[in-house]
T-cell receptor, first 112, second 113 residues
Framework: GDSVTQMEGPVTLSEEAFLTINCTYT??????LFWYVQYPGEGLQLLLK?????DKGSNKGFEATYRKETTSFHLEKGSVQVSDSAVYFC???????????FGAGTRLFVKA | DVKVTQSSRYLVKRTGEKVFLECVQD?????MFWYRQDPGLGLRLIYF???????EKGDIPEGYSVSREKKERFSLILESASTNQTSMYLC????????????FGQGTRLTVV
C-alpha cells in the first residue's frame, strides 16, 4: 500500500540555520504531496503542496519539490526562526482517493 | 477560511464511560476523518466518512464508532472508554474531489482515568 517515510527527529537547529527534512514516498499512480505543520497544542495546518512531478510548493520561506524519479519531497528552509519550532508531517493523497497518508512526523526545535 | 471545530480542547473521563467527541465543519465538505495522534506513532486513521450516513473503518477502529447524520457534523464515540484511549484526537475534512488537502480542527486531548 501507499506509505510515507520521513526522517526521525527531533531536529535541533540554531536560529538562521538551514533546514532539510527528508521525505520519501511509495505510491502507485500520481499522488499529490503535502507538508503539514503542527504548532504546540494545535491541530495540523497545510504548509505547502505539489500536485505533479517537478512542481515546487512554497510558503513562509519553506520549499519542497516533487521528485518523481527519486519519489521524494524534501522540505527545506534557508534560515529558520524560533517560531518555526513545530512538528512537520509529510503526506500524500493518491489518484482516485481522498484519504491522506501521513509520515510519522519530525519535531523541529530552533534555539535562539 | 475553512473552519473545523472540535467541541472540546481537553476532556477527562472515567474508565467505562461512553464518550462523545464532536466535530463540525463549515465548508460543505463531503469527506470527514477522525485520527488519533500518539507520540512516536504519528497520526492513525480511526474512521472516515465520504457522505452523510456513510462510514468506513480506518486503520484502528476497534473500540470506536462514528455517526454522521448531517453533512457538517461527524461524531466519534468511545463506547466504553479505556485508559489506552488516552490520546490527542484530531478531526479533519476535505472536499469531495480527490487529491486535495485536509483541513484540521484544533484537536481534543482526552485523558481516561
Amino acid at each position: 500500500g501507499d506509505s510515507v517515510t520521513q526522517m526521525e527527529g527531533p531536529v535541533t537547529l540554531s536560529e538562521e540555520a538551514f533546514l532539510t527534512i527528508n521525505c520519501t514516498y511509495t505510491a502507485t499512480g500520481y499522488p499529490s504531496l503535502f507538508w503539514y505543520v503542527q504548532y504546540p497544542g494545535e491541530g495540523l495546518q497545510l504548509l505547502l503542496k505539489a500536485t505533479k512531478a517537478d512542481d515546487k510548493g512554497s510558503n513562509k520561506g519553506f520549499e519542497a519539490t516533487y521528485r518523481k524519479e527519486t519519489t521524494s519531497f524534501h522540505l527545506e528552509k534557508g534560515s529558520v526562526q524560533v517560531s518555526d519550532s513545530a512538528v512537520y508531517f509529510c503526506a500524500l493523497v493518491n489518484t482516485g482517493g481522498f484519504k491522506t497518508i501521513f509520515g510519522a512526523g519530525t519535531r523541529l526545535f530552533v534555539k535562539a | 477560511d475553512v473552519k473545523v471545530t472540535q467541541s472540546s480542547r481537553y476532556l477527562v473521563k472515567r474508565t467505562g464511560e461512553k464518550v462523545f467527541l464532536e466535530c463540525v465543519q463549515d465548508m460543505d465538505h463531503e469527506n470527514m476523518f477522525w485520527y488519533r495522534q500518539d507520540p512516536g506513532l504519528g497520526l492513525r486513521l480511526i474512521y472516515f466518512s465520504y457522505d452523510v450516513k456513510m462510514k468506513e473503518k480506518g486503520d484502528i477502529p476497534e473500540g470506536y464508532s462514528v455517526s454522521r447524520e448531517k453533512k457538517e457534523r461527524f461524531s466519534l464515540i468511545l463506547e466504553s472508554a479505556s485508559t489506552n484511549q488516552t490520546s490527542m484526537y484530531l478531526c479533519a475534512s476535505s472536499p469531495g474531489s480527490t487529491l486535495t488537502e485536509a483541513f484540521f480542527g484544533q484537536g481534543t486531548r482526552l485523558t481516561v482515568v
